[in-house]
């Protein structure tokens, strides 16, 4: 059971290219998220899907965009990468439950910009 | 925004030793998950509590929701060295399909041999 899925594991992209992030999850979850790792700021929530054909924006949107292609995958992109965005990127997926939709996270996407 | 304070950032333990770690925040949540993170890898989840008071255990570690529902803990007893990683805890405020969870910035756990 592969859960959630990301590609590439390693990225390195110059300022101003562009590039995208896959992630699917084979948990039939309803919910996805991309969050991004960074030193001493902990996860920090970029975009959300709740649904499929629904996102929204989270805690730190600017500069990427996100498309929910089906249930199964959610895709981060980088229209024009800046070094700011040099971070660790996880994916993760949540089914919706009465008890409260427990978050199960990718391995991660390391992306460097110069 | 809803914060969850975690501290110290790091914890230096002896090998058998155990540990604790609180995670607090002046908002309510109802929903609260603990997770460990290892170098080059995502987080997994750990605990899931759901309810106030709740007590928790899975194997080593046991985790508490505690009653005011602004604060939880995580325990891990007799430490071994595969215990070294990031710690998180996470809350919810509420379920359904726009809730998120608010994560710690984790405490990372150093066990000596």
């Known amino acids: 059971n592969a859960g959630v899925t990301q590609t590439p594991k390693f990225q390195v992209l110059k300022t101003g290219q562009s590039m995208t992030l896959q992630c699917a999850q084979d948990m039939n979850h309803n919910s996805m998220y991309w969050y991004r790792q960074d030193p001493g700021m902990g996860l920090r929530l970029i975009y959300y899907s709740a649904s499929e054909g629904t996102t929204d924006k989270g805690e730190v949107p600017n500069g990427y965009n996100v498309s929910r292609l089906n249930k199964r995958e959610f895709s981060l992109r980088l229209e024009s990468a800046a070094p700011s965005q040099t971070s660790v990127y996880f994916c993760?997926?949540?089914?919706?439950?009465?008890?409260?939709?427990?978050?199960?996270f990718g391995e991660g996407s390391w992306l460097t910009v110069v | 925004g809803q914060q969850l304070n975690q501290s110290p950032q790091s914890m230096f333990i002896q090998e058998g030793e155990d540990v604790s770690m609180n995670c607090t925040s002046s908002s309510i949540f109802n929903t609260w998950l603990w997770y460990k993170q290892e170098p080059g890898e995502g987080p997994v989840l750990l605990i899931a509590?759901?309810?106030?008071?709740e007590l928790t255990s899975n194997g080593r570690l046991t985790a508490q929701f505690g009653i005011t529902r602004k604060d939880s803990f995580l325990n891990i007893s007799a430490s071994i060295p595969s215990d070294v990683g990031i710690y998180f805890c996470a809350g919810k405020t509420y379920t359904g399909a726009n809730s998120k969870l608010t994560f710690g910035k984790g405490i990372t756990l150093s066990v000596r041999p």
């Open positions: 993760a997926s949540s089914a919706l439950t009465g008890a409260g939709n427990t978050i199960y």
């Open positions: 509590l759901y309810k106030a008071g």
